[in-house]
T-cell receptor, first 115, second 114 residues
Framework: GENVEQHPSTLSVQEGDSAVIKCTYS??????FPWYKQELGKRPQLIID?????GEKKDQRIAVTLNKTAKHFSLHITETQPEDSAVYFC??????????????FGKGTKLSVIP | DTEVTQTPKHLVMGMTNKKSLKCEQH?????MYWYKQKAKKPPELMFV???????INESVPSRFSPECPNSSLLNLHLHALQPEDSALYLC?????????????FGPGTRLTVL
């Protein structure tokens, strides 16, 4: 099965409303959870990340929450603006064998902010 | 310099061609990555280099051959590709291989195999 599940796959919100994207992971040893934003035709860019010893992190209009017990984490965008429209990928550190970890990405959420 | 650069931006090649993709970073990062991204899909890890040595090869076909000539440069040599190999190829780098080391992506090379 998938190591990182992301929902929803598409999300449309009115400008000024909030958007929430949720991810779950399977490896209880995962300890790092970044979120990337990818605009059409551009590179993925890190927008926020959270480590397993923190429950919540905020950066202006963007926040991420982590529930280690339930193995899920969420991205919250408040006061959305048209320039927030993009595909958002969550990721989690997944054990890849031989004592090493690598990032596994969720399938992405296409966020559309309607002016 | 705080960016990862990739060349070329676009590449069209036939199935019998040999071509190379180039990635460069001058942030002093010691880990570099190749990812493949198909349309509307997440990046898929192909290779990881750590201190110029191949660390991870995610069972990638031999028609893709990575090379890390020095700590700033990463190449991906392509030979006898198939049309299904058409995708965006992303390079990334991070300070080290600790999973909490942020990965920074380049703009990608859009590859089309005819």
């Amino acid at each position: 099965g998938e190591n990182v599940e992301q929902h929803p796959s598409t999300l449309s919100v009115q400008e000024g409303d909030s958007a929430v994207i949720k991810c779950t992971y399977s490896d209880s040893a995962s300890n790092y959870f970044p979120w990337y934003k990818q605009e059409l035709g551009k590179r993925p860019q890190l927008i926020i990340d959270i480590r397993s010893n923190v429950g919540e992190k905020k950066d202006q209009r963007i926040a991420v929450t982590l529930n280690k017990t339930a193995k899920h984490f969420s991205l919250h965008i408040t006061e959305t603006q048209p320039e927030d429209s993009a595909v958002y990928f969550c990721a989690a550190s997944i054990y890849s064998g031989a004592g090493s970890y690598q990032l596994t990405f969720g399938k992405g959420t296409k966020l559309s902010v309607i002016p | 310099d705080t960016e990862v650069t990739q060349t070329p931006k676009h590449l069209v090649m036939g199935m019998t061609n040999k071509k190379s993709l180039k990635c460069e970073q001058h942030m002093g990062h010691r880990a570099m990555y190749w990812y493949k991204q198909k349309a509307k899909k997440p990046p898929e890890l192909m290779f990881v280099y750590s201190y110029e040595k191949l660390s991870i090869n995610e069972s990638v076909p031999s028609r893709f051959s990575p090379e890390c000539p020095n700590s700033s440069l990463l190449n991906l040599h392509l030979h006898a590709l198939q049309p299904e190999d058409s995708a965006l190829y992303l390079c990334a780098s991070s300070r080290g291989l600790a999973v909490t080391d942020t990965q920074y992506f380049g703009p990608g090379t859009r590859l089309t195999v005819l």
